[in-house]
């Protein structure tokens, strides 16, 4: 019987790998559609900004099953002058194989006035978010599909009748994203310690549920950059990003060209454990 389940669960997590490329296909559809109904379909303003995201990720291993994620980002304007944002992130992870891992977790973005249409003031928002991480390899490429469901809870500010920023409410709304990445390494014929590598992603956000504004399409990202494998735990990216922002009013898009660099330590604990007396 348990290994008829086992069978069964492998069986399923196969076809659920080998299925994502038709899911993507779904998906990627379904936004372009959005896209053209509620971004690029209906006039609109374009507002550049120039922003720095400096970044640190880590999934680490605490059994061969669980584990846990840490994110800081910290998002400048005019590259690293200004505050745009403050986002930490972090969550718990289950890794069904060595290519499927579920996480859930919790995320405080702290938002700031920025660039030419700036917020009324600054505001927090908590997040719960779930994600679910598919891995790939197609000769020297790497593939990467994330699926991302968060729940969103952010301060609203109106003016007072000094003309002040006061807070009124708590605003919850729902948002899905899709990532796909594409990871190939230039000097050598796979991912390794002291390893160049060329990474690109292409990332879609939709908003759905209620207090969704005019912004059903919420945002899309655009990405390349080169990174140096350090060793089996850590390596560093250096890219550009494009990232567009369509605003809740349904004529502003900010154009935002972001400088990102990051550093991803993985952590593996279960080492330490094995090694413990």
Same mark, same amino acid.
């Given at each position: 019987?348990?290994? @008829?389940?086992?069978?069964?669960?492998?069986?399923?997590? $196969?076809?659920?790998?080998?299925?994502?490329?038709?899911? !993507?296909?779904?998906?990627?559809?379904?936004?372009?559609?959005?896209?053209?109904?509620?971004?690029?379909?209906?006039?609109?303003?374009?507002?550049?900004?120039?922003?720095?995201?400096?970044?640190?990720?880590?999934?680490?291993?605490?059994?061969?099953?669980?584990?846990?994620?840490?994110? %800081?980002?910290?998002?400048?304007?005019?590259?690293?002058? !200004?505050? @745009?944002?403050?986002?930490?992130?972090?969550? /718990?992870?289950?890794?069904?194989?060595? !290519? /499927?891992?579920?996480?859930?977790?919790?995320?405080?973005?702290?938002?700031?006035?920025?660039?030419?249409?700036?917020?009324?003031?600054?505001?927090?928002?908590?997040?719960?978010?779930? !994600?679910?991480?598919?891995?790939?390899?197609?000769?020297? $490429? %790497?593939? @990467?599909?994330?699926?991302?469901?968060?729940q969103r809870f952010a301060d609203h500010y109106v003016k007072n009748a000094e003309g002040m920023p006061e807070k009124d409410k708590v605003i919850y709304t729902n948002r899905m994203r899709y990532l796909f990445s594409v990871t190939y390494p230039l000097n050598k014929p /796979?991912?390794?310690?002291?390893?160049?590598?060329l990474r690109l992603y292409e990332e879609a956000f939709v908003n759905f549920g209620e207090n969704v504004g005019k912004n059903i399409f919420d945002q899309n990202r655009a990405y390349i950059a080169l990174g140096y494998q350090i060793n089996k735990q850590a390596n560093i @990216?250096?890219?550009?990003?494009?990232?567009?922002?369509?605003?809740?009013?349904?004529?502003? /898009?900010?154009?935002?060209?972001?400088?990102?660099?990051?550093?991803? %330590?993985?952590?593996?604990?279960?080492?330490?454990?094995?090694?413990?007396?």
């Amino acid at each position: 019987m348990q290994q @008829q389940l086992k069978t069964n669960n492998l069986s399923f997590l $196969f076809g659920l790998t080998r299925s994502a490329a038709t899911i !993507n296909l779904l998906l990627l559809s379904l936004l372009l559609a959005f896209a053209l109904q509620n971004g690029y379909a209906q006039p609109r303003e374009h507002i550049t900004n120039t922003n720095g995201w400096y970044m640190l990720f880590g999934n680490h291993r605490l059994t061969n099953k669980w584990g846990l994620h840490t994110e %800081y980002q910290w998002r400048r304007n005019d590259i690293v002058t !200004n505050w @745009q944002q403050s986002l930490l992130r972090i969550g /718990v992870d289950y890794r069904f194989n060595d !290519n /499927v891992m579920l996480t859930a977790g919790y995320g405080n973005i702290i938002t700031y006035p920025y660039g030419e249409l700036p917020t009324l003031t600054t505001f927090n928002e908590n997040r719960i978010w779930e !994600n679910l991480l598919i891995t790939q390899k197609l000769n020297r $490429f %790497y593939l @990467q599909h994330r699926y991302r469901l968060e729940q969103r809870f952010a301060d609203h500010y109106v003016k007072n009748a000094e003309g002040m920023p006061e807070k009124d409410k708590v605003i919850y709304t729902n948002r899905m994203r899709y990532l796909f990445s594409v990871t190939y390494p230039l000097n050598k014929p /796979v991912m390794e310690k002291n390893t160049l590598f060329l990474r690109l992603y292409e990332e879609a956000f939709v908003n759905f549920g209620e207090n969704v504004g005019k912004n059903i399409f919420d945002q899309n990202r655009a990405y390349i950059a080169l990174g140096y494998q350090i060793n089996k735990q850590a390596n560093i @990216q250096a890219g550009y990003l494009h990232h567009l922002v369509f605003k809740p009013d349904g004529i502003h /898009v900010e154009k935002n060209n972001t400088l990102q660099l990051g550093l991803t %330590y993985n952590l593996d604990l279960r080492k330490q454990h094995h090694s413990a007396p």
